[in-house]
């Protein structure tokens, strides 16, 4: 194997841990849900265009489910874990 490709895909692990290291200190939701979960859903192809994290003003965590046809649905994930949350979501889809 060449240097250049050992030194991409060293990169490619490092860029990983990188993410996984933050998303493992905060359990980020927001990036977790934004980078891993929506393309995961959208890419089900059951018509869901966006999926979206936010804390309410009383401090619930929901993850707003967006359907090409402007339907929508809440999903409660506060407190949920990162596993939690994506099993939380995905029920019932």
Known sequence: MGKEKQEGIKMQVN??????SRLA???NKKLFVEKYLK?????????V???VYRKTD???E???LI???????????TADSLSA????VIKGL
């Open 49 to 51: 265009i966006n999926a």
């Open 58 to 60: 009383d401090h619930n």
């Open 67 to 77: 359907y090409s046809d402007g339907y929508t649905i809440d999903k409660d994930v």
């Open 25 to 27: 200190k905060r359990e």
């Open 39 to 47: 393309p995961l859903i959208c890419a089900l192809d059951i018509g």
């Open 62 to 64: 929901i993850v707003t």
């Open 85 to 88: 949350l994506t099993f939380d």
């Open 15 to 20: 860029q990983t841990k990188e993410t996984f």
